[in-house]
Nanobody
Framework: QVQLVESGGGLVQAGGSLRLSCAAS????????MNWYRQAPGKQRELVAT?????TTNSADSVKGRFTISRDGNTVYLQMNSLKPEDTAVYYC????????????WGQGTQVTVSS
């Protein structure tokens, strides 16, 4: 069983920045792709950014140029700059294991609220 613990959410004004962290309970050697998703009220969960085991990243068009995903060992980060009210959502970390590809393990989520 893998546990993912997110931190770093909060309330910020538009134009501000936040950095989310997600620590996995397993060694980095067991981790494959790591992702950040978000879900706003009344909307479906959407993929925000992905980072592969070798460090290749990809992000949604809505956050390109503003959000940066990175990883260090068994922790993945999401640096969020130039935040907008529409970025308000619960942000979830999700990880795939090397030996159980195709299944995502989820964190509990962290609330990000951007005020206008």
């Amino acid at each position: 069983q893998v546990q993912l613990v997110e931190s770093g959410g909060g309330l910020v004004q538009a134009g501000g920045s936040l950095r989310l962290s997600c620590a996995a309970s397993v060694s980095s050697r067991g981790l494959n792709t790591m992702n950040w998703y978000r879900q706003a009220p009344g909307k479906q969960r959407e993929l925000v950014a992905t980072i592969t085991r070798d460090g290749t990243t990809n992000s949604a068009d809505s956050v390109k140029g503003r959000f940066t995903i990175s990883r260090d060992g068994n922790t993945v980060y999401l640096q969020m700059n130039s935040l907008k009210p529409e970025d308000t959502a619960v942000y979830y970390c999700a990880a795939e294991l090397i030996f159980n590809r195709g299944r995502l393990y989820w964190g509990q989520g962290t609330q990000v609220t951007v005020s206008s």
